[in-house]
């Protein structure tokens, strides 16, 4: 069942725990996710972007179709525009996402105030990005620090522009790290939570111990966004089955294997973030 992101995230709130959002790519890709949900009896959570949204779209909409017992949320990930909002809606998402933590704080949130009204006339949920949550591989941690969330601006921005989600800067960066693993700030994120009533999300979960996600998930973190974890997870199964069978054409052969990689990583997240028996 394909569902509104809000409805997923004020659930978790409540129950105070995370739902993971996993990256997807493909029907493989959706696939092992929606075994994953229906083996967990976990909500969901799918993030997609670029020129393939409505092919993921369409997939994912008739896996929903399949699983009806499950309430899925289909997001456009880090969505830098308007228009690409206006896409994922018309592609069926049930989300969209507008990340314009680049921007001067008064532009992020007029483009944000204009997504989320898009996003609210349709019946689907938005979320943005406030703060700026770098790559692993470029941004050393003390530049990281430069662009944390700050409370007072995260309760103006929320007031300001209606949005259903709010990402986070506390410490995470996309991908991996090029030097150690991160270090949440949880003191932090303690007071984004008195300072704003929506669910709070953190991108670049992947690399990131678990332990500390699931301190940020005590505290108050509703979403955790998981990417290359499950990649990297997928194409090592990939690259050993390749290995394993050098002379294999059929590529049911290969992708048995990084499927099923893929899939104990997700499980991983989800019993990490406690969603498991949630629906």
Do not use: C, W
Request: hydrophobic fraction near 45%; charged fraction near 25%; aromatic fraction near 6%.
């Amino acid at each position: 069942m394909l569902v509104p992101m809000k409805e997923i995230l004020v659930e978790a709130k409540k129950g105070k725990y995370g739902v993971g959002a996993f990256n997807v790519y493909n029907l493989e890709t959706i696939d092992v996710m929606f075994s994953v949900f229906d083996e967990t009896n976990s909500p969901g959570i799918l993030l997609a972007g670029g020129p393939d949204i409505a092919h993921v779209a369409a997939i994912v909409k008739s896996y929903t179709e399949k699983y009806r017992h499950i309430p899925v949320a289909l997001i456009l990930d880090h969505g830098r525009d308007y228009e690409s909002a206006v896409r994922a809606v018309r592609a069926g998402f049930s989300a969209v996402m507008f990340d314009g933590s680049a921007l001067p704080y008064e532009e992020n949130v007029r483009i944000t105030k204009e997504v989320t009204r898009l996003a609210h006339t349709v019946g689907i949920s938005a979320e943005a990005e406030l703060g700026h949550v770098g790559q692993g591989a470029t941004d050393a941690k003390e530049d990281r620090k430069k662009f944390f969330t700050r409370p007072e601006e995260a309760a103006r921005f929320v007031e300001e522009t209606g949005v259903d989600a709010l990402a986070v800067a506390i410490g995470t960066a996309h991908g991996l790290y090029k030097t150690g693993s991160p270090e949440l700030d949880l003191e932090l994120l303690q007071k984004l939570v008195d300072a704003v009533d929506i669910p709070l999300v953190l991108h670049g979960g992947s690399d990131t111990p678990l332990e500390q996600i699931q301190a940020a998930v005590k505290i108050g973190i509703q979403k955790i966004n998981i990417g290359t974890d499950v990649r990297m997870a997928y194409l090592k199964g990939l690259k050993e089955a390749i290995a394993e069978n050098p002379d294999a054409i059929d590529p049911r052969v290969f992708l048995k294997k990084a499927k099923a990689y893929m899939k104990a990583e997700a499980i991983k997240k989800i019993d990490a973030f406690g969603s498991r028996d949630r629906i």
